[in-house]
């Protein structure tokens, strides 16, 4: 039976390792460092105090951000296991917690390859002759156009209160065709489902084969938009009123400070950029060699990431000061965040410079090399944690897993072609807001770092550390990790629910009931597992109920002993075998 075992586990294919540390490095750069660094960040910073929004956001860096970065990479690096099968080794009673990141990540490949389809679109109309969203001389305009790109009315349009932007109109009657409501759905955008298609099969080829082609990947996807988004700074600071975007960008107001919103937009920040909560890191972390300086690895990609925030603020928004000193108007009129600055404001400015196809050509690859390297991580670890779990049946030879893979495509492809209708830009806001949102980020923080911290210790993890690095990391990871983390995580999920205000649309759109009801649904779909999966392990094991929980809560028995851990087994199986020589004596003599 044994040598029936060891035949089935020698047919399985190997899992697999990074072919060197950069495309480890590559790889989380290219994952943590996304759109959210671009279009969300510098609003958030001009939004809530400027400079002084630096406070709160280095505070989560150091309370939440890069211990539960470090963590997650800690516990991938060791078990080398995918994001459930860690906690089978670890810490079975955190088992939905890996479930529940698996499924946020799950959601988000739905709805965050919609924006990269946007993008391919608006990539394909930079290369017309003149720029689709810079004038109102288009079938779809309106009379209350303004075209922004000419001289004269382009200053006081904002004064006309019928007025609409070319680059709007542009947006919402061309490319969205967007209907009155998500109650009517309408008919299919054709250009933005083939664009849809073409950016799911690149993904599809970037991951098939694991971090064979992984790793080969980002060595392009991660670095070019580096590249664009230094062209873009660099002409962005050369532009009349750049100077003035800027100062707004980083003018500190510390009353601000005061307000409980600027810390809770900070932490949601915090934890959509550092990729943590739902198991990234741990899956990532898991095709490192076991001696990897993981310590050192976190500490630098965290810094980059907070330092590519930035530097991408200065881009944003001297971009953001130019179009405010051509309008004659101020910066708040024309600043905005998300699918806004994307699709709306930065087209708009782009519009308005000399050679605009160049520059919006520039901007649009960015932004798709910058979405790519999330989305097709988020597959890869998807893929990753299903495949450690169902080894057996998805590492045999044949093309299982190119399979799995395809279907995991298919299914999300057919969610997102609700997306790409008329009322498709209704239903990714739900997605967006609902299911792949900070509060269950927050949610899943608090568990993560109760049962790592608390349940398996973090005199554990410190051994652990040490043993793979040769480096006992700082005091400071042991305050995070068993106080400081899960406190403010909890406060923070607390105060997300409390101060909830329901989804609308442009300021004014208000979602019927049925809707609020399903994006709720969505989001406590991967909160309750975390509890769900707990007791339901509690319910159905073996023995008493102290017997299953201490089992649940007992790390598994083929873990990777640590150099502290090997004397202790040995001195334990030494006493062992004595007491049996002893009583094989005594059986002897009688």
């Known amino acids: 039976m044994t040598q029936e075992k060891r035949e089935k586990k020698e047919e399985l294919e190997e899992r697999g390792h990074w072919a060197g540390k950069a495309e480890y490095l590559l790889a989380v750069a290219g994952n943590v460092v996304g759109l959210g660094n671009v279009w969300r960040f510098p609003y958030l910073c001009y939004k809530n105090g400027g400079g002084a929004f630096l406070v709160p956001y280095l505070v989560f860096v150091v309370t939440c951000g890069v211990p539960l970065f470090f963590l997650e990479t800690v516990m991938g690096q060791y078990t080398q296991e995918?994001?459930?099968?860690?906690?089978?080794?670890?810490?079975?009673?955190?088992?939905?917690?890996?479930?529940?990141?698996?499924?946020?990540?799950?959601?988000s490949s739905m709805c965050y390859i919609v924006i990269l389809a946007w993008a391919l679109l608006y990539l394909c109309f930079s290369f017309s002759s003149e720029l689709p969203w810079a004038t109102c001389t288009n079938i779809w305009n309106t009379e209350n156009c303004v075209d922004i790109s000419g001289n004269n009315n382009t200053f006081h349009w904002t004064e006309q209160s019928n007025s609409t932007s070319a680059a709007i109109e542009f947006w919402e009657r061309r490319v969205l065709t967007i209907s009155t409501g998500?109650?009517?759905?309408?008919?299919?955008?054709?250009?933005?489902?083939?664009?849809?298609?073409?950016?799911?099969?690149?993904?599809?080829?970037?991951?098939?084969?694991?971090?064979?082609s992984t790793g080969k990947v980002v060595y392009f996807t991660a670095t070019f938009p580096y590249v664009m988004l230094l062209v873009l700074l660099i002409r962005g600071l050369t532009l009349p009123g750049a100077l003035q975007g800027v100062v707004y960008y980083l003018y500190p107001e510390p009353a601000k400070l005061l307000q409980p919103q600027v810390w809770m937009e900070a932490i949601s920040q915090i934890m959509f950029s550092f990729s943590v909560g739902v198991g990234t890191l741990t899956v990532l972390g898991s095709y490192n060699p076991y001696n990897n300086n993981c310590n050192r690895d976190c500490l630098r990609l965290c810094v980059l990431n907070s330092c590519t925030s930035m530097v991408a603020g200065f881009a944003v928004f001297s971009m953001l000061g130019f179009m405010a000193h051509k309008q004659n108007v101020p910066i708040e009129v024309v600043a905005e965040s998300g699918p806004g600055l994307a699709f709306i404001a930065y087209p708009q400015?782009?519009?308005?410079?000399?050679?605009?196809?160049?520059w919006a050509v520039c901007f649009f690859i960015m932004i798709i090399l910058l979405g790519l390297d999330t989305q097709f991580v988020m597959m890869e670890v998807v893929m990753t944690s299903v495949t450690d779990l169902l080894p057996q049946l998805l590492r045999r030879p044949g093309g299982r897993r190119e399979l799995c893979l395809l279907l995991y495509c298919i299914i999300c492809?057919?969610?997102?072609?609700?997306?790409?209708?008329?009322?498709?830009?209704?239903?990714?806001?739900?997605?967006?807001?609902?299911?792949?949102?900070?509060?269950?980020?927050?949610?899943?923080?608090?568990?993560?770092?109760?049962?790592?911290?608390?349940?398996?210790?973090?005199?554990?993890l410190y051994d652990i550390v040490e043993d793979m690095?040769?480096?006992?990391?700082?005091?400071?990871?042991?305050?995070?990790?068993?106080?400081?983390?899960?406190?403010?995580?909890?406060?923070?999920?607390?105060?997300?629910?409390?101060?909830?205000?329901?989804?609308?649309?442009?300021?004014?759109?208000?979602?019927?009931?049925?809707?609020?009801?399903?994006?709720?649904?969505?989001?406590?779909?991967?909160?309750?597992?975390?509890?769900?999966?707990?007791?339901?392990?509690?319910?159905?094991?073996?023995?008493?109920?102290?017997?299953?929980?201490?089992?649940?809560?007992?790390?598994?028995?083929?873990?990777?002993?640590?150099?502290?851990?090997?004397?202790?087994?040995?001195?334990?199986?030494?006493?062992?075998?004595?007491?049996?020589?002893?009583?094989m004596e005594n059986q002897i003599q009688h």
């Open 82 to 107: 995918g994001a459930i099968t860690t906690w089978h080794k670890l810490c079975p009673l955190g088992e939905g917690i890996g479930y529940a990141g698996q499924l946020i990540l799950f959601y």
């Open 413 to 460: 492809f057919c969610a997102g072609v609700l997306m790409v209708t008329e009322g498709g830009m209704y239903v990714f806001q739900i997605f967006d807001y609902y299911a792949c949102n900070g509060t269950c980020l927050l949610f899943l923080s608090v568990f993560l770092s109760l049962a790592m911290g608390w349940v398996f210790g973090t005199e554990n």
């Open 349 to 358: 400015a782009v519009a308005m410079m000399p050679l605009p196809q160049l």
């Open 182 to 212: 998500i109650e009517e759905v309408g008919s299919v955008r054709w250009e933005i489902l083939l664009c849809l298609i073409a950016v799911w099969v690149a993904c599809y080829f970037c991951v098939w084969k694991g971090v064979k």
């Open 469 to 583: 690095t040769g480096v006992r990391p700082s005091p400071i990871f042991w305050v995070c990790w068993k106080y400081l983390t899960p406190i403010v995580s909890l406060i923070f999920f607390i105060c997300s629910i409390v101060d909830y205000q329901p989804l609308t649309f442009n300021r004014w759109y208000v979602y019927p009931t049925w809707a609020y009801v399903l994006g709720w649904m969505m989001s406590f779909s991967s909160i309750l597992l975390v509890p769900g999966l707990a007791l339901f392990r509690l319910m159905t094991g073996k023995g008493t109920f102290r017997e299953r929980w201490l089992h649940l809560c007992s790390p598994a028995g083929d873990l990777t002993l640590t150099r502290k851990q090997k004397p202790e087994v040995q001195s334990l199986t030494l006493g062992t075998e004595g007491k049996y020589f002893v009583v």
